[in-house]
């Protein structure tokens, strides 16, 4: 399943972040596309799960100093979420490192990456809508 983005569903009021997260999802695009491929292109692959690993990083730290700076009532489920990606990709990382791209790996992107990043999105990040201005 690949992310299309979507400003009513998606968009939080803050141009800033939605960049973010439109790149995000791109990037997030082109790594499901690596892996479905009929020979699944590892080193791209790699590459993806590498640059996925940091700008989540940098993003996440952006988006909960905006929602701490204008006391969005969504910050605190918004730092847990985000704690809770930041495990299960790293662990992602380390299988990746292992095995390669595995049905299992396959699997768990589209959970643990894909999905989460829509739901997330669609129903934490949107929280930011309550104090833009
Ligand atoms: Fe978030």
């Known amino acids: 399943m690949l992310l ?5 569903r998606f968009g939080t009021g803050f141009v800033e972040i939605d960049t973010q997260h439109k790149e ?3 990037r997030i695009n082109l790594l499901t596309e690596a892996i479905q491929r009929n020979s699944p292109a590892k080193a791209e692959a790699g ?5 996925l690993d940091d700008y989540v990083h940098q993003h996440f730290a952006c988006e909960e100093e905006v929602m701490e700076r204008h006391h969005c009532s969504a ?4 730092k ?5 990606f930041v495990k299960s990709f790293k662990e992602l990382r ?3 490192d292992r095995e390669g791209i595995t049905p299992a790996f396959i ?3 589209h959970r643990d990456v894909v999905e989460w990043i829509e739901n997330h ?9 309550t104090v833009a201005t």
């Not at 590459?47 to 640059?51: D, H, I, K, S, V």
């Open 4 to 8: 299309e983005w979507d400003d009513r």
């Open 24 to 26: 995000l999802f791109r």
């Open 47 to 51: 590459n993806l799960m590498y640059f």
């Open 75 to 78: 910050c605190p489920r918004n």
């Open 80 to 84: 847990a979420d985000h704690a809770g």
């Open 94 to 96: 380390l299988a990746f």
């Open 107 to 109: 699997d768990r992107i």
């Open 121 to 129: 999105v669609a129903n934490v990040d949107t929280g930011l809508r």
